[in-house]
């Protein structure tokens, strides 16, 4: 399996959005509630896309034949006394590919290319007990602190969140 940067979703939104909504269905906490039609995951890519050209975010990905197995996004910080900071967004890896290292490998490549572009600071959140807390624990982000009634649940309730940062 390999990884690529992609700056044009317009070959591949298709194969996004069947890794999007298949993320949805398994309740990963990448902040959509209910399952997505494919205008609203197209929605969410096309505004990716004005992130990309304009700089603002990566997109990496992981192909295994044809198709998109895992993504992960780079979003660097538009503030100016935080041009040393980025963010890790929506790490989405197919359930039918989960545990193979997928994850940890993509991880390792998005920190090198934030490395790349003077970047010393990862953060991120997620849905506190979230089994991806224990895999961004596992891989070396420290938690930072919690938010009570973060976001809200498919039921109706609320979840706290996790804030996870990480010195590169």
Not at 48 to 59: A, E, I, P
Not at 121 to 138: A, N, P, Q
Request: charged share 25%; glycine share 4%; with cysteine.
């Amino acid at each position: 399996m390999e990884i690529f940067e992609i700056k044009n979703l317009k070959n591949i939104q298709d194969k996004l959005n069947i890794l999007l909504i298949n993320a949805i269905n398994e309740n990963a906490s990448i902040g959509f509630l209910n399952a997505l039609n494919t205008e609203d995951s197209n929605n969410y890519w096309n505004c990716l896309q004005n992130d990309l050209d304009k700089l603002r975010k990566k997109l990496f990905i992981v192909k295994e034949k044809k198709n998109i197995v895992a993504s992960v996004v780079l979003s660097f910080s538009q503030k100016e006394n935080a041009q040393h900071r980025a963010e890790v967004e929506k790490l989405m890896v197919h359930s039918a590919y989960q545990g193979l290292g997928i994850a940890t490998n993509l991880m390792n490549h998005l920190e090198n290319i934030a490395k790349e572009n003077d970047k010393s600071l990862l953060i991120l959140d997620t849905r506190h007990k979230d089994r991806s807390s224990f895999f961004y624990e596992k891989i070396g982000y420290e938690k930072a602190g919690q938010i009570p009634f973060y976001s809200l649940n498919k039921d109706g309730t609320y979840s706290d969140t996790i804030i996870y940062y990480k010195k590169i």
